[in-house]
């Protein structure tokens, strides 16, 4: 299994971002998709969630301006991130979960995304 994670940045602060999360090995429609963010000196925190369905989740800090989605067609997991904020810094991580009799827990590789002020 393999979820491969892309676009990534330096953009200034009220720019725009969209990172993939591309997964090989599983069907995301499958799973519970979701991108979690680290930010310097900080602990790992959920950023936005996806189920079957398209039922959405979002951290509070980043309602209405980030958006989860995902294109089963092409496997893939989107964040799209506008209205970027200083505090948005941090490496992005794709993970993939599910539960069919033991726990599947799946993590990419993380993608640094940093917004200058």
């Known amino acids: 299994v393999q979820l491969q994670a892309s676009g990534g940045g330096l953009v200034q602060a009220g720019g725009s971002l969209r990172l993939s999360c591309a997964a090989s090995g599983i069907i995301v429609s499958s799973y519970i998709m979701a991108w979690y963010r680290q930010g310097p000196g900080k602990q790992r925190e959920l950023v936005a969630s996806?189920?079957?369905?398209?039922?959405?989740n979002y951290a509070d800090s980043v309602k209405g301006r980030f958006t989860i989605s995902v294109d089963n067609a092409k496997n893939t997991v989107y964040l799209q991130m506008n209205s970027l904020e200083p505090e948005d810094t941090g490496v992005y991580y794709c993970?993939?979960?599910?539960?069919?009799?033991?726990?599947?827990?799946?993590w990419g590789q993380g993608t640094q995304v940093t917004v200058s002020s």
């Open positions: 993970n993939a979960v599910a539960s069919w009799g033991r726990q599947y827990d799946y």
């Open positions: 996806v189920i079957s369905g398209g039922r959405t």
